[in-house]
């Protein structure tokens, strides 16, 4: 592209950034035609097999699985941010008790970055676990708060334990913590969706880390992007029950044409593997007659879903059976995105640490002028 003053020349724009690469990470690695995902070259099957939450959130920040004494010491620096300042705690009280529960996850972060003025390099790892437990404590009293209950300081537990009985009183045992933790690593990162993104450009001005989150946050609320889960989960509850899947699909789907939500990625053009782990879990998770009426409505689905898009290259995703999960350790709707969001806030501060110790370079792009050419003013009683 070749610019003259106010003149492009040659000029070609990539509409949704399709195709465009904006950084080097040794972070994450998809393979969209194959469906494997990794994490700093491990699978991500294998790492839901073996580690725990903050295990995968250490290889993230320093690029190695901790050694035990150096996962303890990590997990101690998380676990002294569970419990989030009285201001934090009166702003999500002062937001209305229905309000979105990313919107308040949201103006969370934003109070938090109140105190922070700009990127400290050599705090970065720092950080990083300081903004993990945080994001533990906002998002336990989100709930709580949207649930009508009082906010409950988590407790010195390992990250899943400690979220679910940071979030409820009873109910909570070792399939659930398992479901939770898997969950978690799940979500933490996906290269440079619209969400990174928004953290990396603000980051690229050197932003603090809590307002990269703040942006990110905001990415992710569409559903288009973090909003596909309960989108995906609203499906199901409209359709209600398994046997009405063919005649919903045929009025909405092929007739209507609507989009089937939880299906179809930009990256993946098969199965995205992460679907495929949460699926797994969604059937061992589901005890309830109501658990096991809607896994069988989706899983009809599913597969109806895949009879007519497969050929188009378009599968379920993530967001496919991840509110299913959610549901069966006992979060409502609402809370599908705030919890896909408490885990990617991992790798919104690994990708953007990465970003800015290793190109730092201002994210500013061009936009080509379609519009008048100069005129002049006409004052407002002459219009
Ligand atoms: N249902 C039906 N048709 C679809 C769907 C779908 N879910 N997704 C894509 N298509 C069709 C689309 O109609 C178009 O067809 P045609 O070429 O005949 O006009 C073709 O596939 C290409 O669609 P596109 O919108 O140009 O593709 P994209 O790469 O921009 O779409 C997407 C990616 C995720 C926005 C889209 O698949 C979608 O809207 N899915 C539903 C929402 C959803 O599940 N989002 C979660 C994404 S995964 C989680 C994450 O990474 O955040």
Redesign the pocket.
Known sequence: MIVTGREVINMSISL?L?DVFIKYTSLTSIDGEKGELRYRGYDIKDLVEHCSFEEVAYLMFYGELPKRDELEHFKSNVMKNYKIPENVKNIIKNMPRDGDALAIMEAAFAALSTEEYTWEKERDREKAAEIMGRALGIVSAVFRYRDGREIKDPENKGYAEAFLNACFDSGIDEDKIKAMNAALILYID?EV???TTAALVASSTLSDMYSCVTAAIAA?KG???????E??YKQFLAIKSPENVDSWFNEN?LNN????????????KTY?PRMLIFKELARKNAKTDEQKKILELAERLEAL?VKN?GQ?K?FP????YSGIVFNEIGFPLYMFTTL?ALSRVVGWVAHISEYVESEERLIRPRAIYIGPEKRDVVPIDKR
């Open positions: 949704g399709e996906h969706p619209a969400s992710l559903p288009l992007h973090g909003g596909a889960a989108a995906a789907i044409k609507k989009r089937l939500m939880g299906f179809g990625h930009r990256v993946y995205d879903g898009f188009k378009i995703n993530t967001d496919y896909f």
